[in-house]
T-cell receptor
Framework: SQTIHQWPATLVQPVGSPLSLECTVE??????LYWYRQAAGRGLQLLFY??????ISSEVPQNLSASRPQDRQFILSSKKLLLSDSGFYLC???????????FGPGTRLTVT | AQSVSQHNHHVILSEAASLELGCNYS??????LFWYVQYPGQHLQLLLK??????LVKGIKGFEAEFIKSKFSFNLRKPSVQWSDTAEYFC?????????????FGAGTRLFVKA
């Protein structure tokens, strides 16, 4: 079965610093991959999704970017963090031919 | 644009009370519908799903949901809640886009069940 790894688990970064969050998956090939930000009372906000290597769709204009350099690797980045980037970031996948979404353990980002 | 609306942000019930959480979506095409649950300190996990067929679907732990296409709704129900149902519940919609599925979640409903 598929497994999603995210690191780091927690991160505290100053405003203006760069960001790189990594998501890797095992046990599946060519999945659709997703980055969400979860904030209290706002549910899960879809940030990016990818249907294949190098293919990224952005859902909201923001200070973040995503890349998919390998089939099972999905990276969330920022050149300069803002306070508003604080939150809980979840990586998720849908298997090829599937419908159900599976979630990783998440990364808690605090921008100070 | 595709969106999901959950009617209640916070619900407080006593044990044995009945539960209904509302969910409406806006999307004109074919959708798959889901309810996910997040227990305190745990990952999001699937509660139930609707793809096609019988619009009344049953999930784990006694939960069920009814898809009413004409109302664009997918409400979650449970006849008698337990303290262990305290969690946050998310309605989600998968819409097929070119090359894959785009999943949109509602804002979530926090349920607190009093013992």
């Amino acid at each position: 079965s598929q497994t999603i790894h995210q690191w780091p688990a927690t991160l505290v970064q100053p405003v203006g610093s760069p960001l790189s969050l990594e998501c890797t998956v095992e046990g599946t090939s060519n999945p659709n991959l997703y980055w969400y930000r979860q904030a209290a009372g706002r549910g899960l906000q879809l940030l990016f999704y990818s249907v294949g290597i190098g293919q990224i769709s952005s859902e909201v204009p923001q200070n973040l970017s995503a890349s998919r350099p390998q089939d099972r690797q999905f990276i969330l980045s920022s050149k300069k963090l803002l306070l508003s980037d604080s939150g809980f970031y979840l990586c998720a996948l849908i298997q090829q031919g599937g419908y159900e979404q599976y979630f990783g353990p998440g990364t808690r980002l605090t921008v100070t | 644009a595709q969106s999901v609306s959950q009617h209640n942000h916070h619900v407080i019930l006593s044990e044995a009370a009945s539960l209904e959480l509302g969910c409406n979506y806006s999307y004109g095409g074919t959708v798959n519908l889901f309810w996910y649950v997040q227990y305190p300190g745990q990952h999001l996990q699937l509660l139930l799903k609707y793809f096609s067929g019988d619009p009344l679907v049953k999930g784990i732990k006694g939960f069920e949901a009814e898809f009413i296409k004409s109302k664009f709704s997918f409400n979650l129900r449970k006849p008698s809640v337990q303290w262990s149902d305290t969690a946050e519940y998310f309605c989600a919609v998968n819409a097929l886009r070119t090359g894959g599925f785009k999943t949109i979640f509602g804002a979530g409903t926090r349920l607190f069940v009093k013992a």
